[in-house]
């Protein structure tokens, strides 16, 4: 009995150890990918559509499988796909995509990935897109984008995530996220912050209005984790509309604190796409410090906020618009 014991204790503890290995930062430009169309527009967005003339994306790959367990514990490589072999691997692929969005490709590279090496169990893709930007140059009607020329931007970017999960001889996602990282903007009146506890430790004073400096990160979940890939674009969520919801909500509502600023746009989200599950976001307050007050009308002098900083970080689902 004890021998059981013993062995119902050793699985247990190998169930729960983490162990995986993979590249990251695995930077990949793929120019003149097939072009993203026939998403469905938003009343928030301008964005119906990507040429995908020029599509980077900085890839992370991590490999799971039981079998990896002799390269931690006895240095045994008979197994390990060596990462930098990933590498080749995922670049390879990206000459071999035939979607147009992020998720489509993490997708399809870890399928490939679970073809190829029978022994892994599951495979996390993720990747961050680096922005590039069309430049406008003089046409026949005035400025239009140039369709050779980009400039490599530090705008927000895309982001997405697909675990794959080997299935008898098929894969399926197990988890999937996308999102939009590194929005930073600035709302310069129409937000307060006021009501807030009032104790001995209090000192900031209340703000009838500030101008508001936010960075977010917005994430979201589809019902159907398939519909991130793209194949159906009219039940894809593109990252820019996201971001276009979060400035207009920005400029439409009065908000009373970052807390409530992110639910709305929270909301707005869930309202436009039936098809998603969850919204999640981080935010970051950088709120300017006003210097000078005694200016005309709403004039103001401002500087940068001195550290530390506050951050907000909240999840919704569909229940939220219920209520
Ligand atoms: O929008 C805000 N939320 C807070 O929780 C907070 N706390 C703070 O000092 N400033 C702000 N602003």
């Known amino acids: 009995m004890s021998y059981s014991n013993e062995t119902d204790t050793e699985l247990e503890s190998t169930d729960q150890r983490t162990m995986n290995y993979g590249k990251e930062k695995v930077a990949v430009y793929r120019t003149y990918a097939n072009p993203l169309e026939g998403v469905r527009t938003i009343p928030e967005s301008s964005f119906d559509g990507r040429d995908n003339i020029l599509f980077g994306l900085e890839v992370r790959v991590q490999f799971e499988g039981e079998e990896f367990l002799p390269s931690f514990s006895e240095a045994d490589n008979s197994k390990v796909v060596a990462t930098d072999s990933m590498k080749n691997f995922v670049l390879h692929q990206a000459g071999e995509y035939e979607g147009a969005t992020a998720e489509g490709f993490l997708h399809f590279v870890g399928t490939e990935f679970l073809k190829t090496y029978p022994h892994v169990e599951a495979v996390k893709m993720s990747a961050k897109e680096y922005p590039f930007d069309q430049r406008m140059v003089p046409g026949d009607d005035g400025f239009e984008p140039s369709d050779l020329v980009f400039r490599v931007s530090d705008d927000e970017s895309a982001f997405g995530e697909v675990f794959l999960e080997r299935k008898e001889d098929d894969s399926r996602i197990k988890e999937q996220t996308s999102g939009i990282t590194g929005i930073e903007l600035v709302k310069v009146k129409g937000n307060s912050f006021t009501g807030y506890v009032q104790d001995e430790y209090t000192t900031l004073p209340e703000r009838e209005d500030r101008a508001l400096y936010i960075s977010l990160d917005i994430f979201w979940t589809y019902s159907d984790p398939e ?97």
Request: zero cysteines.
């Open 227 to 323: 519909d991130a890939l793209g194949e159906e674009p009219q039940r894809y969520v593109p990252a820019e509309q996201v971001r276009d919801i979060a400035q207009v909500v920005f400029h439409e509502v009065d908000s009373n604190s970052i807390q409530d600023l992110i639910y709305q746009i929270g909301l707005r989200v869930l309202e436009r796409y039936s098809q998603l599950e969850s919204v999640s976001f981080e935010a970051n307050n950088r709120t300017w410090i006003e210097v000078r007050e005694d200016l005309e009308g709403d004039a103001k002098v401002l500087r940068e906020p001195p550290r530390p900083t506050g951050y907000q970080q909240f999840s919704m689902d569909r229940s939220d618009l219920e209520e």
